[in-house]
């Protein structure tokens, strides 16, 4: 394989330019300006759920029969993004793909992030919020256990096992960074906080071998959630026999949007951190090449779980479902389906060409397209299979409220104050492992001389 | 009485129970014999079970018409009102107004207190003045029934000469009168037996629609109907759809100016009339059907009351013909009084009225606007008004007295048939109203009790102890309605040669369907109700023709300006299918100004368009676009099927088409070894009538959401009435929870909160509801209902009192749907249990299959096959709604029946 990082690269460089993004943080203002914007953002967050408390899901747009909008637009799209942290961390490391580890870090923190956005929707959305706990099997006075048959009952088990792994990946892919940082660090109180979380790592031989057994077995659990968790969340809607949810493509095709649109995300806070932080040299524009080609294609898997549901449809002959397609295509949220075909579909097209793959603006303009497009998908998905439905009858438009963009908009806030806080006191980039990838890069430039 | 036999008291009980309240109440009172008023219980009476409801018969009033109510009582709180099936009126079912006259008891807006110029007032100072009122003396009232109530107003007219009473009904059926006059040479009421007639020809007569008759008619016609090999035809001719059209064999949108010719051509057929020139080739092709449908299977022609009085004449002398034993003719129910409104704004105007009793009516707003009732009333010098809202009229009267609502009333009154009702009181006055009877008399200085008076005019046939005490068990008077009429036929006089086209469009006035001529604009259910062909919920809308949308350029809710006689109304355009073209239809009752917190500032007033002279037509109005678009909310947006048939026809005798197998199911089939409950709803017997929907909210407590929930559409109806407008008809589809065998919403719930029930119920348990929703998404009846707010805390503050105690009141969060009245059947097995027996067939009725009076509902268990409902499933018009998506519901339907011979 071509080498990723330039020649120039030595281990004490690599250290050297990470720590200091944390230990004498090069853009203090710009930091302290997005932290500002986010923490509004946040704070519109804790109005909008304050309110929710109080007034109840009403004040939402919600109705019979478009039972779910927003709320579960965003959950489905915010777990979606979490996908392609795993996927790059766990499956790739398990696939022995070196390119992962300029990026696996902070991948894997917007993974943890946006599961914890995603886990919040379910909760908030509920007409008893305070209640949710009972979708949890735990021993009770009144005997009771979930509904086991429930895709909702899977989806919490594996939201909470997602939200765990990813943590734990994580958390135990960072300790050798972390003790990195409490050997750098001149300050008491910094040292003492990495020196807990590095649980004592001395980097001896027997720690890293341990420590590797712990990996890789963590990795391969995470492993099969990247397929498991939005599958289950596909279950929820293929569950029902909802026109234009009860089809069995659902499963995967939530995946690969998953994957996708999580590639996007990647993609943006890469080239939001390599400029930010000056990161140019360790994620290369053959990084962003490489991500650009795993969005385009989990794209055309995407655009094929377009054209194989609508022929589905088609092929069904069901009057219902066939309702629905039209519905989709020319209905009251046409736009939601032209916009995520265009996004989703037509722009990522321009990926064919080098020249664009490594144009870190038109790169950074299609990936927002893809996560807004793949937004947009989750909105048609759910808000056309409901809002005309079997008996005419019951067919009712669906409108938002300032409250659940509100909501949105303040989980992206929460999600942009925790990112930043990581950004600012934890290795963004793991250090070692492009330690052992100059190290691997060198050994192939001593073979080949 | 089949079905409440079981939950009603005996009469040995009832008296008992009586004996002893008058016992303890002569204790109390020292002797001053039996107390005139209801008393709560100060010894509760042994077989007083707290807990167990306790039913009476009594009475409410609609026009001036006793409605037969049977009255459930929870301790000393009337809760549920249900027809009184011994009534000739009312043997089965009832009507949304009966259903809804509970709430409007408890409604917090009722005067409550006599007032004089606008201070609070004793009843002692009003008697004064009443005693003391100057002449000469006019009585204004709407329509009277009551037997006492027309006995003091005779014993008034003789004893003040200077004293005249007029009457006003704005809907009412005083044309009706007339015609028979004309006809008959006599006033007469008519009565239509729509199950003696085997050909119906309406010419714009809403006989199935809401009213009076509603009960009996759709009772009559379901009966015709019910299994019949040749089914009852129904021909319809009217300017604006209505309940009788949507289930016409064939029906034909014909202007209201044109109407009169359709009937003098019909009266041509059978000659009677001369064949008036002008009748297009359609129009010509249905009377020449119809005619030859009459002549053939004979039946009846009903001409609407609105139309006139000529034209009315000329219907009931064809009618005479072909009729047979389907039209009845009696002495009429409702006495005329000395004149109408007319006369009496004259004599007003003209300052020679003294004095001006106006007892529950509200001229003020229901008077035609040209004629300026209210400059008149300010030149009579004494006004007093008594109704049960402080409204319009009551505002510009100097004294407001309030009267006491049916259920909590003494008096009497006689049903549409004639057959009269001692009404009881079923709880203490909540406010301080006393009844019309306790008032009239104070005029010639009495003061009497309500129950004086009442026994006073019943002391003939109910003299005995034991006849009065019969009268009030059974909720009638034994042979008190008039025996039919036997009378010469006239010579029909010639209907007046049609005008011609009017200029513009025709403007014709109805009722509204909910809230009536604005009387019931302050009971929430009723205005949550959806009108049943349109589904608009708490707004009345003006209804055109799409044509007349296209050439006015205007789309549904579209502000239009009416304007007539100098005065002009803004309303919201609503394009109706079967609607006449270039007619408007206006819709009485809205645009209240006072009367209620609910009646007032919704919808338009048009009463201000009304001409005097011809109450229903309006002729000459321009209308134009006024800007602008009103927020119409619906409970039902779109009324085609969509290439799907949700409400199947077959022909008489003819089956629905093998249902398709079950496919298979990874779950295994549910066992039912006790009962497994099922409801099977005829769709051919349904007309939409809107009884159980209201009966539904009363017995479930269903909350009312107001309009800004319904526009978002949240409305809380667990039980709605889906229409569909086809090409030919409109057809009704119930629909309650389906109770699924292989429910999706029970797989869908994460906490169980939604599961299967052993009796087959698919239950929903509210405590244990998190409020995911699942169940709703998943439903594809979409029967759920969702609280998305505390809809039950946002209730007046006396609503609770209304309240069925033996349902939980949803809080929110929680979602709530149809039941099958769980609490009925519950009630019933706990009954059977302590006598050790099965529930027995017929014991649990839900409230909708009560309420209907086509008894186009059908519930009880599937596990005994001889029950109704087995047989029902049994029937080979038998279907499943959605059955492709193999979700087995327990409710099932019955397809509707049109034969289709005879049509074009």
């Known amino acids: ?449 | 009485m089949d079905d409440e036999t079981a939950d009603l008291p005996s009469r040995r009980e009832f008296l008992k129970v009586m004996a002893a309240s008058m016992a303890m109440a002569a204790l109390a009172g020292c002797g001053e014999g039996p107390p005139s008023e209801a008393i709560p219980y100060v010894v509760q009476p042994e077989d007083v079970v707290p807990g167990r409801p306790r039913f009476y018969a009594t009475a409410t009033l609609f026009e001036g018409y006793a409605q037969p109510v049977l009255a459930e009582i929870h301790d000393g709180r009337p809760t549920k009102l249900d027809g009184n099936a011994l009534h000739p009126a009312a043997s089965r079912g009832s009507d949304p107004f009966l259903q809804a006259a509970v709430l409007e008891l408890y409604d917090p807006d009722r005067s409550g207190e006599v007032i004089r110029e606008g201070v609070v007032a004793t009843w002692e100072e009003a008697f004064t003045a009443l005693a003391d009122i100057p002449a000469p003396l006019r009585l204004l009232t709407g329509s009277v029934t009551s037997p006492t109530l027309q006995r003091q107003i005779e014993d008034l007219l003789a004893r003040r000469p200077d004293a005249r009473w007029h009457v006003f009904e704005p809907v009412g059926r005083g044309l009706r009168a007339q015609a028979t006059e004309l006809a008959f040479g006599q006033r007469l009421d008519v009565h239509w037996r729509l199950d003696r007639a085997p050909v119906v020809v309406s010419l714009g007569e809403d006989l199935l629609g809401p009213g009076p008759d509603q009960m009996r008619h759709v009772r009559d016609w379901a009966d015709a109907r019910r299994e019949a090999e040749r089914p009852p035809r129904l021909w319809v001719a009217e300017a604006t759809p209505s309940l009788t059209g949507a289930g016409a064999h064939r029906r034909q949108a014909v202007s209201e100016y044109r109407l009169p010719m359709m009937v003098s051509a019909l009266g041509a057929a059978f000659g009677l009339a001369e064949a008036p020139p002008g009748l297009t080739e359609e129009e010509q092709d249905w009377i020449a059907r119809a005619a030859a449908d009459l002549r053939n299977r004979g039946g009846i022609v009903a001409v609407s009351s609105t139309l006139p009085v000529e034209v009315q004449a000329l219907g009931l002398a064809i009618t005479r013909q072909t009729g047979g034993d389907a039209m009845i003719l009696t002495e009429p129910v409702a006495v005329p009084g000395q004149g109408g409104l007319a006369d009496l704004v004259e004599e007003m105007a003209a300052g020679q009225v003294g004095s001006l009793l106006i007892l529950d009516a509200n001229p003020a707003y229901t008077a035609p606007a040209d004629l300026d009732f209210p400059a008149a009333l300010e030149r009579v010098p004494l006004r007093i008004h008594a109704g049960l809202y402080q409204d319009e009229t009551a505002l510009l009267c100097q004294w407001h007295l309030p009267l006491a609502h049916a259920l909590e009333s003494w008096g009497d009154a006689r049903a549409v048939d004639g057959t009269a009702i001692i009404m009881q009181p079923m709880i203490r006055p909540l406010r301080n109203g006393i009844e019309a009877a306790a008032i009239l008399p104070a005029v010639l200085g009495q003061r009497v009790s309500a129950l004086d008076e009442v026994r006073a005019t019943w002391a003939g046939p109910l003299g005995s102890e034991d006849a009065w005490r019969r009268a009030l068990h059974d909720g009638l008077v034994e042979g008190s309605a008039p025996p039919p009429v036997a009378v010469q036929v006239r010579p029909v006089p010639p209907v007046p040669p049609p005008e011609g086209p009017p200029q513009g469009l025709e403007i014709v006035f109805r009722p509204d369907p909910t809230i009536w001529d604005g009387r019931f604009a302050n009971n929430p259910w009723l205005q949550e109700l959806p009108k049943p062909l349109n589904k608009i919920v708490w707004d009345n809308v003006a209804l055109i023709s799409s044509g007349t949308a296209q050439a006015l350029g205007v789309r549904n809710g579209a502000l239009i300006q009416v304007t007539a006689g100098g005065r002009s109304v803004n309303v919201p355009a609503w394009i109706m299918p079967f609607q006449a073209e270039d007619t408007v239809t206006l819709f009485l009752g809205y645009g209240r100004r006072q009367g209620g917190r609910l009646a007032t500032g919704i919808g338009y007033d048009a009463y201000t368009l009304r001409p005097a002279a011809s109450p229903w037509r309006l002729t000459g109005a321009s209308l134009a676009r006024a800007g602008g678009q009103a927020r119409i909310a619906e409970t039902q947006l779109y009324h085609e099927m969509g290439g799907r048939d949700l409400v199947p026809v077959v022909a008489p005798g003819e089956a629905m088409p093998q249902p398709t197998e079950r496919q298979p199911s990874i779950y295994p089939p549910w066992t039912y070894e006790s009962y497994a409950w099922g409801m099977v709803v005829d769709t051919d017997l349904c007309t939409g009538c809107n009884a159980c929907v209201v009966a539904c909210m009363a017995e479930n407590n269903v909350p009312v959401v107001g309009k800004d929930e319904v526009l978002i559409g949240r409305e809380m109806h667990w039980l709605r009435v889906d229409s569909y407008d086809l090409s030919g008809d409109t057809r009704f589809l119930p629909v309650p929870c389906m109770h699924c065998e292989k429910a999706p919403c029970e797989v869908g719930c994460p906490v169980n909160a939604t599961v299967h029930g052993p009796e087959g119920l698919n239950q929903m348990v509210y405590n244990r509801c998190i409020g995911t929703r699942t169940c709703s998404s998943y439903c594809p009846y979409k029967v759920r209902r969702f609280n998305y707010y505390e809809y039950s805390a946002r209730q007046p503050e006396t609503a609770p009192a209304q309240r069925n105690p033996d349902v939980t009141v949803r809080g929110r969060g929680v979602m709530e749907k149809c039941t099958y009245c769980v609490q009925r059947i519950n009630a019933a097995r706990i009954q059977a249990e302590m006598e050790g027996r099965p529930i027995a067939e017929g014991e649990v009725t839900t409230a909708c299959q009560d309420a209907c009076p086509a008894g186009a509902i059908i519930f009880g268990d599937l596990n005994n096959p001889d029950s109704a409902v087995s047989r029902a499933r049994a029937n080979p018009r038998n279907y499943r709604l959605l059955e492709e998506l193999n979700t087995w519901p327990r409710t099932t339907y019955l397809a509707a029946v049109r034969d289709r011979e005879g049509q074009a």
């Open chain 1, 1 to 449: 394989m071509s080498r990723l990082l330039s020649s120039e690269e030595t281990y004490e460089t690599v250290t050297q330019q990470v720590t200091d993004i944390t230990l004498h943080p090069p853009a203090r203002r710009r930091w302290w300006m997005l932290m500002a914007l986010s923490l509004l953002m946040l704070g519109i967050f804790f109005l909008s759920t304050g309110w929710l408390f109080i007034a109840g899901v009403g004040i939402w747009g919600l109705n019979v029969p478009v039972n779910w909008g927003l709320d579960i637009v965003n959950t489905v799209w915010w777990v979606g993004i979490g996908h392609a942290g795993t996927m790059i961390s766990a499956l790739l490391l398990v696939m022995g793909q070196q390119w992962r580890n300029s990026l696996n870090r902070f991948a894997e923190a917007m993974t943890l992030f946006a599961a914890i956005c995603a886990a919040l929707f379910p909760i908030l959305h509920l007409g008893k919020p305070e209640l949710f706990y009972w979708m949890f099997p735990y021993p009770n006075t009144m005997d009771l256990w979930p509904q086991f048959r429930s895709p909702l009952v899977w989806d919490v088990f594996s939201f909470t096992a997602y939200i765990t792994v990813s943590f734990l990946f994580w958390y135990v892919g960072m300790i050798p960074d972390l003790a990195t940082m409490r050997d750098k660090t001149t300050k008491p109180l910094a040292r003492a906080i990495y020196g807990r979380l590095a649980l004592g790592w001395r980097g001896t031989a027997q720690h890293w071998e341990r420590w590797r057994q712990a990996y890789v077995a963590i990795a391969l659990i995470t492993f099969h959630l990247v397929v498991t968790v939005h599958s289950g969340v596909a279950m929820l809607f293929a569950g029902g026999p909802v026109p234009g949810w009860h089809t069995t493509i659902f499963p995967p095709f939530f995946v690969q949007g998953a994957v996708f649109s999580g590639v996007a995300v990647v993609i943006l806070l890469a080239v939001v951190l390599r400029h930010a932080f000056h990161l140019g040299n360790l994620l290369t524009l053959k990084h962003l090449d490489i991500l650009a080609k795993l969005l385009l294609a989990t794209g055309l898997l995407t655009a094929y779980g377009y054209l194989a549901d609508a022929f589905h449809a088609w092929y069904s002959g069901d009057i219902h479902e066939m309702q629905t397609l039209h519905d989709r295509l020319f209905g009251r949220y046409a736009w939601s389906a032209w916009g995520s075909l265009f996004l989703n579909i037509v722009l990522i097209q321009l990926l064919w060409f080098r020249r664009i793959r490594r144009s870190v603006p038109m790169l950074f303009v299609i990936a927002l397209g893809a996560a807004v497009g793949m937004w947009l998908e989750r909105y048609l998905l759910i808000v056309t299979g409901l809002y005309r439905d079997f008996l005419p009858s019951s067919w009712h438009g669906y409108e938002t409220t300032i409250w659940e963009w509100g909501l949105f908009i303040g989980s992206i806030g929460l999600f942009a104050v925790l990112f930043l806080l990581f950004a600012r006191f934890l290795p963004l980039v793991s250090m070692f492992e492009l330690k052992e990838e100059l190290a691997a890069e060198r050994r192939m430039k001593g073979d080949e001389e």
